[in-house]
């Protein structure tokens, strides 16, 4: 609702990225399955790049052969 005053913000949700804190799932989950970590950095990256007159307000990132993916 501030983007036309020049504020502007995303919501990241990303799925289990492989980090000290997703390991109490890695039982379940193999950290080898999980996103990795310069993923999400690499989105980042490219959102604080975009112009004032881009905005992204939503980014949902889930791993490979999580159920609700698309095939």
């Known amino acids: 609702e501030e983007s036309g005053n ?3 913000a ?3 949700a990303p ?3 492989r980090t000290d804190m997703s390991a109490w ?3 379940r989950i193999p ?3 999980m996103i ?3 993923d999400i950095v ?3 990256s ?3 790049r975009l112009s004032a007159r881009s905005v992204v307000q939503r980014l949902v990132v889930t791993r490979a052969g999580a159920p609700g993916t698309a095939p």
């Open 6 to 8: 020049g504020v502007t």
């Open 10 to 12: 995303t919501a990241i």
């Open 15 to 17: 799925g289990y990225v």
């Open 25 to 27: 799932v890695t039982d």
């Open 31 to 33: 950290a080898e399955q």
């Open 36 to 38: 990795p970590v310069e």
């Open 42 to 44: 690499e989105l980042v």
């Open 46 to 48: 490219c959102l604080v």
